[in-house]
């Protein structure tokens, strides 16, 4: 079978998956369920991924909040690229994380320019761990339970795209990766182990290809603030702190 079709058949696996979650859980104040204007595996993947089944870096974030919570304006978008009417994701009201991905992309200094939405590098793949939507809200209350729901299917996808670089964007999307992989990576501290020498950790697809997965600090306000805390920070910003960090990607990147 062909990625293309392997692709379509774990989307639609996750989508009965989440339908079917919903009403088991719809009582509970806080639940995921699928999105119906989502085509991809997640709406992350518009942004960078339509397409691109052969990246060489997976991005990989914790879970995407509420649609009904995004503005009418923006959920509409994802009807357009569906339609075949849009081509350039729009990041309305540009977000902090969004900011920080675009400049931490662009200190690789290897062309990944992301900062007009346009799919166009077929290097990046991006996603999040957990691929159901909030009932509401964008954060809080995050459920362990939501990574072993997701570790098949996260393991599916790594497998289809196989890429050499796998970037999780903090402790959850990291816990949950390695969840998927069977592997038990302990650390007292999330941030000590980032700039520790047994990140990144190295997987093993069927194929043999591997792949290279990378413990870094979520970009958003408080990811950048936390890593701005360890004792070696003083006088760097967070961002700053975490285009250094990148740095170890560029270089696994030049091995492969």
């Known amino acids: ?149 997701n570790k098949d299917f996260f393991l599916r996808l790594a497998e289809i795209i196989e890429p050499e670089i796998i970037i999780c964007l903090g402790r959850n999307a990291f816990h949950g990766v390695m969840m998927a992989y069977g592997q038990k990576v302990r650390f007292r501290y999330y941030n000590a182990f980032i700039v520790s020498k047994e990140n990144p950790v190295e997987l093993s697809f069927p194929s043999g290809k591997r792949a290279y997965v990378f413990a870094e600090a979520h970009c958003g306000t408080m990811g950048t603030l936390n890593r701005s805390r360890l004792k070696d920070s003083e006088g760097v910003t967070g961002i700053e702190l975490q285009k250094k960090d990148w740095q170890r990607i560029k270089e696994y990147l030049a091995r492969t």
């Open 1 to 149: 079978m062909d990625k293309e079709k392997q692709y379509r058949g774990l989307i639609g696996d996750v989508k009965r998956f989440y339908e079917n979650e919903a009403q088991h859980h719809r009582h509970e104040p806080l639940y995921l369920s699928w999105y119906d204007g989502c085509e991809e595996i997640n709406l992350w993947t518009y942004w960078q991924g339509r397409g691109c089944l052969d990246a060489r870096i997976m991005l990989v974030g914790q879970d995407w909040g509420s649609p009904g919570d995004c503005s009418e304006s923006y959920m509409s978008q994802f009807e357009e690229f569906n339609c075949g009417r849009r081509s350039a994701y729009r990041m309305e009201g540009t977000s902090i994380t969004d900011e920080h991905l675009i400049a931490l992309f662009s200190s690789l200094g290897l062309g990944y320019d992301i900062s007009d939405g346009s799919p166009h590098n077929p290097d990046l793949f991006f996603t999040n761990f957990v691929l159901g939507y909030r009932n509401r809200g964008f954060s809080g209350g995050f459920k362990q339970r939501w990574l072993r729901e």
